[in-house]
């Protein structure tokens, strides 16, 4: 059964850069998908950040493509996510997760990690 | 930007069949895939492409979508199907991106 698990500080400041990892059990990173991270403020939806693939090739919402950086270390099968200048409106919980694909069309998360809370506050 | 629409809530008597809707510009075009998501917990894949179950999720879960309507429907709902709801697809009309609805709260009566 595939796993992930999110990891990283759950306070950071505001203007400072979030830095979340994300740790894969029992699936090769390496495998033919792709990685994603997906967030959802307090009370809201969810919100999609990118997608990474094994090579590196990533894809990004546009409203966060700027502020947004997301590798990957195979040797360690694990994918991270790095989100810069931050405000309040970034507080929500990070969640990671396997995105299926096939022939350069992304599907559908089918594993996820259980969430993260991430506070951006002084 | 593409944007998904689905109904804030959905209220539904035990045994009785909700539907949720998620409606998009020719969304009958692209491949739909719906979440189950109770409080506190991380989103559960119940439908992809449309209508494909994951192992594990209940034939009472069915999908559909056609026109501008793609739509969710759970048989014999109980009350453990109480939680939101989100379908998600994968835009290529503008910038390559993952869409959500705004998701729905399936309340059971």
């Known amino acids: 059964q595939v796993q992930l698990q999110e990891s990283g500080p759950g306070l950071v400041k505001p203007s400072e850069t979030l830095s979340l990892i994300c740790t894969v059990s029992?699936?090769?990173?390496?495998?033919?998908?792709?990685w994603g991270w997906i967030r959802q403020p307090p009370g809201k939806g969810l919100e999609w950040i990118g997608s990474i693939y094994q090579s590196g090739s990533t894809h990004f919402n546009p409203s966060l493509k700027s502020r947004v950086t997301i590798s990957v270390d195979t040797s360690k099968n694990q994918f991270s996510l790095k989100l810069s200048s931050v405000t309040a409106a970034d507080t929500a919980v990070y969640y990671c997760?396997?995105?299926?694909?096939?022939?350069?069309?992304?599907?559908?998360?089918?594993?996820w990690g259980p969430g993260t809370l991430v506070t951006v506050s002084s | 930007s593409y944007v998904l629409t689905q109904p804030p809530s959905v209220s539904v008597a035990p045994g009785n069949t909700a539907r949720i809707s998620c409606g998009g510009t020719n969304i009958g075009r692209k491949s739909v895939h719906w979440y189950q998501q109770n409080p506190g917990q991380a989103p559960v894949l119940v439908i992809y492409h449309d209508s494909d179950r994951p192992s594990g999720i209940p034939e009472r879960f069915s999908g559909s979508n056609s026109g501008n309507t793609a739509t969710l429907a759970i048989s014999r709902v109980e009350a453990g199907d109480e939680a939101d709801y989100y379908c998600q697809v994968w835009d290529t009309t503008d910038d390559h991106s993952v869409v959500f609805g705004g998701g729905t709260k399936l309340t059971v009566l």
């Open positions: 997760a396997r995105h299926a694909q096939s022939h350069g069309l992304l599907w559908y998360f089918d594993y």
């Open positions: 029992a699936y090769s990173i390496s495998s033919g998908y792709y």
